[in-house]
């Protein structure tokens, strides 16, 4: 018995070993995950912009906004600070991310759990900022949500990049409408790649709206909850995903053919 235990448990972690390495494959559960993303980057973005006068997420909002800013043409109307913090995060958390998703491997079950961990654990560290100072628009705390919220959005974006399904980018809905329209296949009915373009922009949009109103009926604190629980479902999902069969070799197939 004593010699049986061992190997049992060598068998275990060589399972777990295997099924952490796994890269998963492109199917209906990973695109229903990027969308729960998007609808959690709308909630996401609609929240912050009251609050802090910048976006977490829309960086060509921000961009443009820093732009107006530097010409001195509005006053008030953006937080110069916290877009700079926004921005400088976002791209950080990309480049951060997206840079080690490429040594571990962008499709490995393993760095797609730290991935969509890390990026929860940020939102929740945003939303413990939160009820821990009163949420003013400019200071230290407005910046380290802001921080936060960006890097985490920054992560990812670099993720889903990364898996190659460019029709669901979580966060960027300009490319997705017109994408949407120039399709020369729009009006088949099995369009794969339509649907999936018409589903981002629904959540997105639908996110966006839960966001605010949340925002407006409850507190700047339940839009970032609901947004952190989104990331913590993809990422419990994330352990469901069915992973790439190899493919057969020729030789291999003969041989099965011939036994």
Not at 36 to 61: E, M
Not at 79 to 93: D, K, M, R, T
Not at 116 to 125: A, D, G, M, P
């Amino acid at each position: 018995m004593a010699l049986t235990l061992p190997k049992t448990e060598d068998r275990r972690k060589s399972r777990l070993h295997e099924f952490l390495m796994e890269d998963i494959r492109e199917d209906l559960l990973l695109e229903c995950e990027l969308l729960i993303l998007s609808f959690a980057t709308g909630i996401q973005d609609a929240a912050a912009w009251p609050d802090y006068s910048c976006f977490a997420s829309n960086q060509t909002g921000n961009t443009l906004f820093l732009a107006i800013g530097v010409a001195g043409l509005t006053r008030n109307a953006y937080s110069f600070p916290n877009i700079g913090v926004s921005l400088s995060l976002f791209v950080a958390g990309g480049f951060i991310m997206g840079q080690l998703g490429n040594y571990i491997g962008v499709r490995r079950r393993l760095w797609l759990l730290i991935s969509n961990l890390i990026q929860t654990l940020f939102v929740f560290c945003a939303l413990i900022v939160q009820h821990q100072w009163p949420v003013k628009r400019d200071g230290p705390a407005a910046m380290a949500v802001i921080a936060l919220l960006a890097f985490s959005s920054g992560a990812q974006v670099a993720m889903s990049r990364s898996l190659k399904i460019t029709e669901i980018t979580t966060a960027m809905a300009t490319a997705a409408f017109i994408d949407l329209v120039v399709d020369p296949n729009l009006g088949k009915l099995k369009n794969r790649l339509r649907n999936r373009r018409v589903m981002f922009i629904i959540m997105l949009v639908a996110g966006c709206f839960v966001g605010a109103f949340a925002q407006r009926e409850i507190n700047s604190k339940f839009p970032l909850l609901l947004c952190a629980l989104g990331k913590a479902l993809v990422s419990m999902a994330m352990l469901f995903n069915r992973p790439i069969e190899p493919r057969r070799s020729p030789s291999s197939s003969t041989e099965n053919l011939k036994v």
